[in-house]
């Protein structure tokens, strides 16, 4: 069963999230709004049936009308525009069985990463992420995961992606990044009956 529009309240601000199940939109003809062109033209069925449920997830929970846009924008992340005016944050992600959307505030940058519950990030993979530091330290596989997804949040909260994952640190009490302070939401979802995690990075203000 999926727990969906779920508000959640961070940083003194609520921001809602909503899955959906690749299976449920497979053999859809009516397509969300706001798809990207490019993506509906690849010629990968997976990738364009990934992009599709994300839209969906996102609408449900948007409210969009026509003529809003989807903008990725460097330090913003992803922003729902209406004329010329940001009106949400949002944020989507997808495994191999559904996927994630999230919407906040138009002042709160948000980001969220989907990963099966049993994926297994490999030492390999981990230290590309971790700065020098973060590699001494000791990390089982639960651990791996969890890091890795809260890494990949909040850069895609800053819109920036993965390149600046070894400069997001953990100081004990909260993540930083870019001269931020952001906190992280662990939402447990089963989909197709596969157990998911998903982690939601807001950016910490300074009211709070």
Known sequence: MLHNASKIVSSQKSFTIHFVEHSAHSEDTNNPPLLDPKIMASRSPKRRLHHISGRHALSKISQPRDGDTLQIVPEM?????????????????????????????????????????????????????????????????????????????ISKALGIGM?????????????????????????????????HIAVIASRITEET
């Not at 070894?166 to 089963?190: C, Y």
């Open 77 to 153: 992340g992803g922003c729902l525009v209406r004329d010329g005016r940001i009106f949400a944050r949002c944020s989507i992600s997808h495994s191999d069985y559904g996927a994630v959307a999230v919407v906040a505030p138009s002042d709160m940058p948000v980001g969220v990463d989907l990963e099966p519950r049993n994926r297994k990030v490999s030492q390999g993979a981990f230290n590309l992420i971790l700065n020098e530091e973060e590699q001494n330290d000791v990390h089982d596989e639960h651990s791996r995961l969890r890091i890795w997804m809260s890494k990949e949040a």
């Open 163 to 195: 390149s600046i994952s070894k400069d997001i640190t953990h100081d004990g009490k909260s993540w930083t990044a870019m001269g931020s302070r952001w906190s992280i939401n662990s939402h447990d979802v089963k989909i197709s009956d596969v157990d």
